[in-house]
């Protein structure tokens, strides 16, 4: 316990246990996602943070799974192991549950079982993956399982409980986007967060962190370890400056709390927000709030791009698009244009949507467009939170 004079300071590696107040869906029952508003309190940590920062979150693995693991190597969950980074030895169980990944397994523990396999059949099976020939086809394996998967189709290969732990990748805590400011409830972070469902290998599967926060903390009774991680994604530090959020799914999460920050410190630059998702009926995060922003004035523009809503996918880019005279009116007069959401796909045509309207707009070739583009990023005008 901390003297008198000292100050508890909670970190990554010394997460504060806060309770997770509220947990709702944001999602109508008929959509095929499930996003949910999470309201995870902070009071008496110490804790600070500004918009545009994360919220880590260290989960636990479902015990179901443990139980699967332990009962796969005829262990009971008492034995100790010890971990990297962890102090003194932990019960096999404790460190199942919390402390590493059950899923992602590597070319690592196939190597293992193969040195330890008996049966001939489960041998040959093993060989054939780590043959050099085989290595797209190892990839594909191995995204497919997690560890009960492959204790249970080579049951020969006998794993002792600190040899098991060995071969696992430490628990990685995961972050999510604030969406909230601080200056609406300095100890309550607002998180959006979307459950992750699927099925592979004719097993259901869920996200870790995702399925935790949804099915097993009990909001207003559960607190999670959590802690604060900084960001360089902010809203216009000039309250005057114009800003274009283009934030999809949950995406529009930090976006959110930019809109809370800017009202709340009454910054006179308009506000943009381009939402998208699948339909308007089921998908529309956080709708009425959008439309009490517009009605107050602290929303300028709203455009939403509901993906299935018609014949015609219409994605984000595509409003983008339909509205590049007014988009280049407010970026040439200094709007700040901001993204967040997915980079494999969405983050990368919204950049092109960008770089075209710059040239049509403003009247540049693509390699002077590129230029400009380049020195809105370096003037921290041009930011992206992408994961």
Same mark, same amino acid.
């Given at each position: 316990?901390?003297?008198?004079?000292?100050?508890? *300071? @909670?970190?990554?590696?010394?997460?504060?246990?806060?309770?997770?107040?509220?947990?709702?869906?944001?999602?109508?029952?008929?959509?095929?996602?499930?996003?949910?508003?999470?309201?995870?309190?902070?009071?008496?940590?110490?804790?600070?943070?500004?918009?545009?920062?994360?919220?880590?979150?260290?989960?636990?693995?479902?015990? #179901?799974?443990?139980?699967?693991?332990?009962?796969?190597?005829?262990?009971?969950?008492?034995?100790?192991?010890?971990?990297?980074?962890?102090?003194?030895?932990?019960?096999?169980?404790?460190?199942?549950?919390?402390?590493?990944?059950?899923?992602?397994?590597?070319?690592?523990?196939?190597?293992?079982?193969?040195?330890?396999?008996?049966?001939?059949?489960?041998?040959?099976?093993?060989?054939?993956?780590?043959?050099?020939?085989?290595?797209?086809?190892?990839?594909?394996?191995?995204?497919?399982?997690?560890?009960? #998967?492959?204790?249970?189709?080579?049951?020969?290969?006998?794993?002792?409980?600190?040899?098991?732990?060995?071969?696992?990748?430490?628990?990685?805590?995961?972050?999510?986007?604030?969406?909230?400011? +601080? &200056?609406?409830?300095?100890?309550?972070?607002?998180?959006?967060?979307?459950?992750?469902?699927?099925?592979?290998?004719?097993?259901?599967?869920?996200?870790?962190?995702?399925?935790?926060?949804?099915?097993?903390?009990?909001?207003?009774?559960?607190?999670? +370890?959590?802690?604060?991680?900084?960001?360089?994604?902010?809203?216009?530090?000039?309250?005057?400056?114009?800003?274009?959020?283009?934030?999809?799914?949950?995406?529009?999460?930090?976006?959110?709390?930019?809109?809370?920050?800017?009202?709340? *410190?009454?910054?006179?630059?308009?506000?943009?927000?381009?939402?998208?998702? =699948?339909?308007?009926?089921?998908?529309?995060?956080?709708?009425?709030?959008?439309?009490?922003?517009?009605? =107050?004035?602290?929303?300028?523009?709203?455009?939403?791009?509901?993906?299935?809503?018609?014949?015609?996918?219409?994605?984000?880019?595509?409003?983008?698009?339909?509205?590049?005279?007014?988009?280049?009116?407010?970026?040439?007069?200094?709007?700040?244009?901001?993204?967040?959401?997915?980079?494999?796909?969405?983050?990368?045509?919204?950049?092109?949507?960008?770089?075209?309207?710059?040239?049509?707009?403003?009247?540049?070739?693509?390699?002077?467009?590129?230029?400009?583009?380049?020195?809105?990023?370096?003037?921290? &005008?041009?930011?992206?939170?992408? @994961?």
């Amino acid at each position: 316990m901390p003297g008198p004079l000292e100050v508890e *300071t @909670y970190t990554k590696d010394r997460p504060f246990p806060a309770l997770v107040a509220e947990n709702r869906l944001l999602t109508g029952l008929a959509s095929e996602k499930e996003t949910r508003h999470f309201v995870v309190d902070l009071a008496g940590s110490g804790l600070a943070y500004e918009a545009g920062d994360s919220l880590g979150i260290y989960p636990s693995n479902r015990p #179901d799974d443990v139980a699967e693991v332990l009962g796969r190597i005829g262990a009971t969950g008492e034995e100790p192991v010890t971990l990297p980074r962890v102090a003194g030895a932990v019960p096999l169980r404790v460190a199942l549950a919390d402390k590493v990944s059950l899923s992602a397994p590597t070319r690592k523990v196939v190597e293992t079982l193969a040195t330890r396999a008996s049966a001939p059949d489960e041998k040959e099976r093993l060989a054939a993956l780590l043959a050099p020939e085989s290595k797209e086809a190892l990839q594909a394996y191995l995204h497919e399982r997690e560890f009960g #998967d492959l204790l249970a189709e080579y049951p020969s290969a006998h794993l002792g409980a600190q040899e098991l732990v060995d071969q696992m990748r430490r628990l990685m805590p995961r972050l999510y986007s604030i969406a909230s400011s +601080p &200056r609406v409830n300095p100890a309550r972070v607002d998180l959006t967060v979307a459950v992750v469902r699927y099925r592979t290998h004719g097993r259901e599967r869920g996200g870790v962190c995702t399925t935790f926060l949804a099915d097993r903390v009990r909001a207003g009774t559960d607190r999670v +370890p959590v802690f604060v991680a900084s960001s360089h994604f902010r809203p216009p530090e000039d309250g005057s400056r114009d800003a274009i959020m283009v934030g999809p799914g949950t995406g529009i999460a930090p976006f959110r709390a930019f809109v809370q920050e800017r009202a709340a *410190t009454g910054a006179k630059g308009r506000n943009w927000v381009v939402f998208g998702e =699948q339909h308007r009926a089921t998908d529309f995060l956080y709708e009425g709030e959008w439309m009490e922003r517009l009605a =107050q004035g602290q929303l300028a523009r709203l455009d939403t791009a509901f993906s299935r809503d018609q014949a015609t996918k219409v994605y984000v880019q595509d409003r983008l698009r339909e509205n590049a005279a007014e988009l280049w009116s407010w970026i040439s007069n200094g709007a700040n244009f901001y993204v967040c959401g997915d980079a494999k796909r969405m983050a990368k045509d919204v950049d092109l949507a960008l770089h075209d309207i710059v040239a049509g707009q403003g009247g540049l070739t693509p390699a002077q467009a590129a230029d400009y583009v380049n020195q809105m990023k370096k003037s921290h &005008r041009y930011q992206k939170d992408v @994961y």
